[in-house]
């Protein structure tokens, strides 16, 4: 397991989560895990490998350096990648709902979600569609009325659909003491 710590972190720099039959064939090594938790754990009790980090997925566990991912990512990687686009996002906005703030359609567009810009026009639809996620609503950001993609998610749960116009409405040259 030693010897896959190095691509773990290449490519967690890359804001990739790996498995290691993934890095063993990009390693081209001739190695077999047969159980990965338990080499896992071998591996950290080692102070200098204890950046590495697992996470369980539905089928699969993935690697991915502590020092370049943080946990959430990791976990919004997986949720994605098992095929739990709209569940994942839910939990995201739900969570900044929480703390009080909005979460702009546009950070979907980056990873782990990648969406096209295109796609996010018929999230909210797919947030109603979903179960469990019909709390997830959307407010148009009031500088700009163009389109249903140039907005702010928020749940009803946590946040008010009066606070999240408010929110919404912000001037960015606005400036306070």
Same mark, same amino acid.
Request: net charge negative.
């Given at each position: 397991m030693?010897? #896959? !710590?190095?691509?773990?972190?290449?490519?967690?720099?890359?804001g990739r989560l790996v498995t290691a039959e993934q890095v063993i064939a990009v390693a081209g090594l001739d190695l077999e895990i047969e159980d990965v938790e338990v080499a896992h754990q071998a591996l950290i009790e080692d102070s200098q490998y204890q950046d590495i980090a697992i996470i @369980? @997925?539905? &089928? %699969?566990?993935? *690697?991915?350096s502590k020092k370049f991912i943080v946990r959430s990512y $990791? &976990?919004?990687? !997986?949720?994605?990648?098992?095929?739990? #686009?709209? %569940? &994942?996002?839910?939990?995201?906005?739900?969570?900044?709902?929480?703390? /009080?703030? #909005? !979460? @702009? @359609?546009?950070?979907f567009t980056h990873p782990p979600y990648n969406l096209e810009h295109s796609a996010l026009v018929g999230l909210i639809e797919r947030f109603d569609q979903t179960a469990g996620c019909e709390d997830i609503h959307f407010q148009l950001d009031a500088q700009s009325y163009e389109t249903k993609?140039? /907005?702010? *998610? *928020?749940s009803i749960k946590t946040m008010t659909t009066t606070y999240a116009? !408010?929110? $919404?409405?912000?001037?960015p040259f606005e400036w306070s003491a």
């Open positions: 030693i010897e #896959l !710590v190095d691509y773990i972190r290449l490519l967690s720099k890359d @369980a @997925a539905e &089928t %699969e566990h993935y *690697f991915y $990791a &976990t919004q990687w !997986v949720g994605v990648k098992d095929g739990k #686009l709209i %569940e &994942t996002m839910a939990d995201y906005i739900r969570r900044y709902s929480s703390m /009080g703030e #909005l !979460v @702009a @359609a546009s950070n993609s140039e /907005g702010y *998610f *928020f116009k !408010v929110l $919404a409405d912000h001037d």
